[in-house]
């Protein structure tokens, strides 16, 4: 069977697991059952726990699902030391759902692979050396990569059901109430953890810092929380997210930042009281630096702004240019601390931030949305997933999710050295091109000709030269040569998820 | 062109390839590092072979480590390598160029 994006689906494993292929972007309106987690009643004297090991022992059986929260990003230490004891206590077959899996965690995956400690993977993406293993075919089952919107989706289905969550925390109380914003290793946001602690059968805190009862604000609270675990360190603050934020000074980057900036100014939708979100790449904060000197220019403040926040965009708040920050994750510190000073930053959970099914989320409103691309393709399919030499080096985080906003504009240069990234077959559909609406590069745009209403409007800008996405592949191609095509075997090693629930393309294993 | 010691041409900077060309006995031998190997390796093997042959060079053992070079930049690289391991760059071959 093939998805709508033309992609060849394996129709055994589609069978037995039960999935069918992406159909549309539409999300309709149909009536889901939501589940519920178990309780284990307690008055919530005895949460706390003296060690991994003993809280372990009590919660984590054969066959298992298990989560963390990748909120510490690469200065985690809360999963390389739940997952050594899980390895040591011989606990075999387990299902790993994170919410994502950063590079900190890859040996610790492998190795728990190869003892058959897990046996499946599903996280919204993996890099390095978990990413190199997986391609390789070192994990007989296939990862199935899901969206961020689309785990919390999955969770509330019931299609992910965590059995024990281990969630990392720098400030929690006895009793469990706790936030990412105190301590010593904070990163703001608790927002993909949310999930996990709502609906997961057992709820394990992990935390450095035990502060007197009861802890406020309390992102995750006591009512949700099982066990609170006293660890050494959680994390290490400098490797959480990147310190101070520089703007890029490279001319490429610059001058996609400066078009991204025209096709929004020009656009429909930039208009007092516009909503946008941008992505942590070096272009998408410069974009943020133009679109602030245009809406002063223009007397212009947005609604709110959405996503993975960095300093730039709690700058905007703090002058008064956006109103509301609508935050799931933090990726400096900067917008770490501000979430913790500024009322109008407000925590949101990855369903509120992004699951279709749902009775409204934000990325529904949101209007101007910038995304980046490993590659895009002549159909305006998007691949985040994989690289140039077909490995897995990627993640989707949101951007299934936020392509669906009024104006999608993917930034992305026309080549990365030797590589096009314009091409004419991505190697790994993620966002269908249906809901990607511009593409800008340094050397000019391409327009999603479904989008006849933006073609009028940006076809006559001084400075901003607009293409076929057919002429702008030709470009790329004729810069850098024609390259081979990828070597694949039969085996798939991972699924794409889209937004929904159904497969939009596999990841199949590399040959070398 | 004889090949007379070894030489070495470009920089491990991105979007350039560092050829070093030594004497070999007979034949061309290419030893490629590149992460885009998999896809432009036989490209970029083929833009040498082409520029030592233009050159007159039929015996060479070759190192390149590429770093995502065009094929301009490749051949330019491999032109000053040969030039260096010939000695001849005080009298450029320039009708080859």
Redesign the interface.
Known sequence: MKSKVNRELPDELMQKLDYKPFETTEIGHPEIQRVAPKVHVSTGDDKIVDSIKQVVADTVKDGMTISFHHHFRNGDFVFNQVMRVIIDAGIKNLTLAPSSLTGVMNDMVIEAIKAGTITNITSSGMRGSLGDFVSHGGLENPVIFRSHGNRARAIEHGDIKIDVAFLGVPSADRLGNANGMEGNAVFGSLGYALMDAQYADQVVLLTDNIVDYPNTPASIKQTQVDYVVKVDKVGDPDKIGSGATRFTKDPKELKIASMVNDVITHSPYFKDGFSFQTGSGGAALAVTRYLRQAMIDNQITASFALGGITKPTTDLLNEGLVKKVMDVQDFDKGAADSMHTNGNQQEIDASWYADPDNKGAMVDQLDVVILSALEIDTKFNVNVMTG???VIRGAIGGHQDAATGKLTIISAPLV????ATVVPDVTTVVTPGDSVDVLVTEFGIAINPKRTDLIAVLSNIPGLPVYKIEDLQKMAEK???T?????FTDRTVALIEYRDGTIIDTVKEVKD | MEIKKTAIAGTLE??DIQLMISQADSGIAIDLQS??K??????IEAVITTTLNEMGVTAAKVKAVD?????CVIKARTIAAVQRAAETTATPAWEVL
């Open positions: 140039s030499d077909g990365r050295g030797r590589i810069r850098v040569g390259p081979k095509p990828l070597a | 991105s979007s992460d885009v998999k896809v432009f390796g036989d490209q770093k995502g070079a065009l094929d």
